[in-house]
């Protein structure tokens, strides 16, 4: 992927929502097996959520949208799982591009490609270039995506430059690492949401979460919607983002 654009500059200041919202969509399989059904039912519903919650965002403003769609990590599941959720994938991107393409939605890829079906990644590609010079909303999707992964392959970039005698070591701070990310020139999330109750990333943006608002909600991603998109945004408004600093009223 290319590293060309300078990371965006980070800062305190924001307007009364979320600029960028990022969201690890969790609990099909379990909103799935407390209805009886199969799980790739359950993943079936998660892709209605996310059309629902593609809508929602762009009616809100949000300018970017992350999705944590396949992880690194899922490759240990069943191959009959793998093979639901690619399935799912391909018939999201040839039954919905036309869509997002019209409503100006960007759809961006961050992880690894390499290894995945020749299929997969024409389709990936086909979705970030039809939609690449759209403006409304950039939806960033996950797919086959670690976070120390990500940071990994960073790191390996920067490690030839240096073995190539094109950049010294001593130039290398954290600025420059996220400079060699997967979409540097995307904001770091103001807001990372969490469905079916559980508390943690799961090397989910790591890097860039160091100062995002956490907001973890007991449902399960196909009951998600775009009431709780807002309510998951009211509890963000009513945090104060200090970003290392000191709570206004304790500075002035």
């Known amino acids: 992927m290319s590293n060309a654009a300078a990371p965006v500059t980070q800062g305190p200041d924001r307007s009364d929502g979320p600029v960028h919202v990022a969201i690890i969509m969790d609990g099909n399989g379990r909103w799935a097996a407390a209805r009886g059904l199969p799980r790739a039912e359950g993943h079936r519903r998660g892709v209605e959520a996310l059309r629902r919650v593609v809508r929602a965002a762009h009616d809100l403003g949000i300018r970017y949208l992350t999705i944590f769609s396949f992880s690194s990590e899922n490759w240990s599941r069943p191959a009959s799982e793998i093979g639901d959720l690619f399935g799912l994938l391909r018939r999201f991107i040839r039954n919905d591009l036309a869509t997002l393409h019209g409503d100006g939605v960007r759809v961006r890829v961050i992880g690894e490609r390499a290894g995945l079906e020749s299929d997969i990644c024409a389709l990936l590609n086909e979705a970030e270039e039809l939609t690449r010079d759209n403006t409304k ?23 030839r430059e240096v073995a190539e005698g094109r950049r010294d070591p001593s130039s290398i701070d954290a600025d420059t690492l996220g400079h060699y990310l997967d979409a540097p020139d995307i904001p770091d999330p103001d807001l990372i949401i969490r469905t079916s109750g559980e508390q943690r990333l799961s090397n989910f943006l790591m890097w ?3 100062y995002s608002e956490l907001v973890f909600l007991p449902i399960h991603w196909p009951d998600f919607d775009k009431a709780a998109l807002e309510g998951a945004i009211a509890e963000y408004a009513r945090r104060e983002r200090r970003f290392g600093g000191l709570a206004a009223k304790t500075a002035s």
């Not at 999707?141 to 120390?148: D, E, I, L, P, W």
């Open 137 to 159: 909303l950039n939806l960033i999707v996950a797919f086959n995506y670690g976070s120390r992964q990500e940071i990994a392959r960073a790191a390996q970039r920067l490690a």
């Open 208 to 210: 860039q979460s160091a």
